[in-house]
Nanobody
Framework: QVQLVESGGGLVQAGGSLRLSCAAS????????MGWFRQAPGKEREFVAV????????DYRDSGKGRFTISRDNAKNTVYLQMNSLKPEDTAIYYC???????????WGQGTQVTVSS
């Protein structure tokens, strides 16, 4: 099991920036990848970004490319999501997730609210 705690959400105006953090604890050595997902009211949870824990390879949803950057600090067992040029449609609860293998997400954080005002 990996425990995840997100922080850094808040209210920001359109065009602004936020940096989300996700601190991991527990069976860190078993993590294969970490990612960010989001869920807006009335919508399904959707993928935002992913980073492979060992190699640092990244991938993003199309709407986030060029605006969002996922990174990790292995020494701090923390993954970050830098979000720039935020839009009202980015408003959602953002969740951090840890996957212990390819194609799976095993552990989830409690979520942090991001609200972008127009």
């Amino acid at each position: 099991q990996v425990q995840l705690v997100e922080s850094g959400g808040g209210l920001v105006q359109a065009g602004g920036s936020l940096r989300l953090s996700c601190a991991a604890s527990g069976r860190i050595f078993s993590m294969y990848r970490m990612g960010w997902f989001r869920q807006a009211p009335g919508k399904e949870r959707e993928f935002v970004a992913v980073i492979t824990w060992s190699s640092g390879n990244t991938d993003y949803r199309d709407s986030g490319k060029g605006r969002f950057t996922i990174s990790r600090d292995n020494a701090k067992n923390t993954v970050y999501l830098q979000m720039n040029s935020l839009k009202p449609e980015d408003t959602a609860i953002y969740y951090c997730a840890a996957g212990l293998g390819i194609g799976r997400w095993d552990n989830w954080g409690q979520g942090t609210q991001v609200t972008v005002s127009s």
